[in-house]
């Protein structure tokens, strides 16, 4: 089976080493790093063309506060190689396993969001997120019945808000049609 890359590896590795590699020297990271086209999984819920993979000593440094560092090199490679937000997902980097893990954590805290909307019958609001995480939070809300989700606020607050959904119409019987349905007989005028 042939997948279609919109980023070729061969072309973003050399870009990514000479950004990263001293950037991890000046920072004195005792880190090892492996760049890899990212695997075939499903596209759905996440598969870059390229995956840069983090290992050595340091590597818990990256993945302290929610992997804030590991984010930001993330964030900084995608600023200097210049992608348009929508291809954002297509670079990942990762750590121990750190995205696998985050994407089921994400699951589940969207599957309890909307069982306590449900119950509740009130909004549940998630604590601000990155658009990759706020989009796994709709995917996983997706199919959930009674619930429905939004994102809200701007920039680095923007989280997502899980509402109970409408409730579908009713079918519409014979008795809540009253007299005046389809197939009443008209009645007289006292």
């Not at 309890?112 to 997120?129: D, H, K, T």
């Not at 079918?171 to 008209?186: D, K, M, Y």
């Amino acid at each position: 089976m042939s997948v279609k890359r919109k980023y070729k590896l061969a072309e973003l590795k050399p870009r990514i080493e000479r950004f990263l590699r001293p950037i991890l020297q000046r920072c004195r990271l005792r880190l090892r790093y492996e760049i890899t086209e990212g695997p075939i999984q499903d596209r759905e819920w996440e598969s870059p063309d390229v995956l840069v993979k983090f290992s050595g000593p340091d590597v818990e440094l990256l993945l302290e506060n929610r992997a804030e560092l590991l984010l930001a090199l993330e964030h900084l490679t995608i600023q200097m190689l210049r992608l348009p937000s929508e291809d954002h997902e297509r670079i990942c980097f990762d750590a121990n396993d750190y995205r696998l893990l985050r994407i089921e954590e994400l699951r589940l805290s969207a599957s309890a969001a909307a069982e306590r909307v449900r119950r509740s019958g009130r909004p549940y609001q998630f604590s601000p997120m990155t658009s990759r995480e706020r989009r796994i939070i709709h995917l996983a809300l997706r199919d959930e019945p009674g619930v429905r989700s939004e994102s809200q606020g701007v920039g680095p607050a923007r989280r997502v808000v899980v509402y109970p959904a409408p409730a579908p119409p009713r079918p519409r019987t014979q008795a809540a049609l009253g007299s005046s349905g389809p197939g009443a007989t008209p009645q007289a005028a006292p």
